[in-house]
């Protein structure tokens, strides 16, 4: 017999002071320019996404750090937070589970924060 229920482990939130969510339509062009760069942008800061031509991009700036690309979805989702926040949350049955997923979305979030600072002093132009 036994008892079980979800507890978060870890919640990861970044804010923001602004979102433009029409900043650019994804391009073979832009993938061309941002293929020279340690950081190609050619994916959701939040969710890993793949944006696929033709595809809106957003365009948040963090309090911390350079600005980051967003899919429409997490954009609309950071818009509709009410303090402009967006979070994940972990859930796992035992400790030990929910360290590792902590850990690995921990290492995730630090590897993309050092590919953002690629973007530092960059030009990104609108077309
Ligand atoms: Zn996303």
């Known amino acids: 017999m036994k008892l079980s229920k979800k507890i978060p482990a870890h919640t990861k939130t970044v804010e923001f002071n602004w979102c433009r969510k029409d900043f650019m339509v994804m391009c073979q062009k832009f993938r061309d320019i941002r293929s020279q760069s340690s950081n190609p942008m050619d994916s959701c800061f939040w969710c890993n996404h793949e944006f696929v031509d033709g595809e809106m991009m ?11 690309p967003l899919c ?54 609108d077309e």
């Open 72 to 125: 429409q979805k997490c954009a609309t989702l950071l818009l509709r937070g009410e303090e402009g926040e967006m979070k994940v949350v972990v859930v796992g049955t035992n400790q030990k589970d929910r360290e590792k997923v902590a850990k690995v979305i921990k290492d995730k979030y630090e590897r993309l924060a050092e590919m953002n600072e690629g973007l530092r002093g960059e030009e990104v132009r």
């Open 58 to 68: 957003a365009l948040a700036q963090p309090k911390k750090g350079v600005n980051k």
